[in-house]
């Protein structure tokens, strides 16, 4: 079994903003692949969906535990090995919207729901796909990250209608990587796709 799970904060104020970005491109990923209808699970405390990928079951969910406590959902899996089984789909400030990074071992980079999984794992060895939400230069092409007290604002703010195009086509592009880490693993899928 492999287990994604895709960062986001519930309730309506949170669809479309920035830091919901693993689960607007876990959406794509549900509908490209046919996999089930989002239900809701008590147990684990997240909306969850389920399907196949080349024959091996894969589950995706959606913490009901706001970013910050991530960690607790993923501990509820009872992963026995976190580095082959589990794959987290987060929003990075540090990527350029329509970038993926596929990593496995880094620490948490100031992102208070990997701290929060890292914290209740007991390990930092788990896959992460990376999601790109920072503007970049029309001049230099680098990222104007935003900085001190206008980060929170900036990744609880909405994606444009302009962004919202952009992340539907990374959504393609993250299923993709998903569909590599499921085959042939981690080390495949960054090669192909960082």
């Known amino acids: 079994m492999k287990y994604v799970v895709a960062l986001g904060n519930p ?3 949170y669809a479309k903003t920035r830091h919901n970005v693993g689960w607007l491109c876990a959406d794509i990923l549900i509908a490209k692949l ?3 209808e989002l239900v809701f699970n008590a147990k684990y405390q997240a909306r969850i969906s389920s399907g196949e990928i080349a024959g091996e079951s894969v589950m995706i969910l959606y913490p009901d535990t706001y970013m910050n406590h ?4 993923t ?4 992963l026995q090995n976190p580095s082959a089984e589990l794959i987290v789909l987060q929003d990075e400030v540090d990527l350029p919207l329509g970038e993926i990074k596929l990593s496995s071992g880094r620490g948490h980079g100031g ?3 990997i701290r929060s999984i ?3 794992l007991g390990t930092k060895d788990f896959a992460r796909m990376r999601i790109g939400i920072s503007p970049t230069s029309f001049f230099t092409g680098k990222i104007k990250r935003p900085q001190g007290e206008k980060l929170p604002k900036f990744v609880l703010g909405k994606f444009t209608s302009k962004e919202e195009k952009v992340v ?3 959504g393609l ?3 993709s990587a998903l569909e590599v880490w499921v085959k042939h693993g981690l080390p495949m899928a960054m090669n192909k796709f960082n």
Request: charged letters at 20%; proline letters at 4%; zero cysteines.
């Open 75 to 78: 501990k509820k899996l009872g």
């Open 118 to 120: 890292v914290e209740h």
């Open 111 to 113: 992102h208070n729901g």
């Open 34 to 36: 046919g996999f089930s």
């Open 11 to 13: 309730g309506p104020e």
């Open 168 to 170: 539907g086509e990374i």
């Open 173 to 175: 592009q993250v299923s």
């Open 70 to 73: 991530s960690g607790v959902v």
